[in-house]
């Protein structure tokens, strides 16, 4: 199994930034895809980003590009993401979540969940 816990959520106003982090605990990570979610009051969760524990295959939603950066910290077993020139619409519930790649518990879906952290951006 994979445990994930998520923090740095908070308040900040428009055009600020915050930074969130999320530890993962598991047998192993080499077949690892960690994956930030964030949900809204009254809207679906999307996927904001996405990177394998080996640093590939990184992925950004365009609604973030260019203003959101993931970064891994493998002594420390985290992925952070690095929130800058936030904007009213991305306050949100924001979910730390992993898959496996490959073997036979590989799915497309993402089957491990953090608790959240609430994110809210002033105007």
């Known amino acids: 199994q994979v445990q994930l816990v998520e923090s740095g959520g908070g308040l900040v106003q428009a055009g600020g930034s915050l930074r969130l982090s999320c530890a993962a605990s598991a047998r192993t990570f080499s077949n690892v895809r960690m994956g930030w979610f964030r949900q809204a009051p009254g809207k679906e969760r999307e996927i904001v980003a996405g990177?394998?524990?080996?640093?590939?295959?990184?992925y950004y939603a365009d609604s973030v590009k260019d203003r959101f950066t993931l970064s891994r910290d493998n002594t420390k077993n985290t992925v952070d993401l690095q929130m800058n020139s936030l904007k009213p619409e991305d306050t949100a519930v924001y979910y730390c979540?992993?898959?496996?790649?490959?073997?036979?518990?590989?799915?497309?879906?993402?089957?491990?969940w953090g608790q959240g952290t609430q994110v809210t951006v002033s105007s």
């Open positions: 990177i394998n524990w080996n640093g590939g295959a990184v």
């Open positions: 979540a992993a898959r496996m790649i490959v073997g036979p518990s590989a799915s497309s879906d993402y089957k491990y």
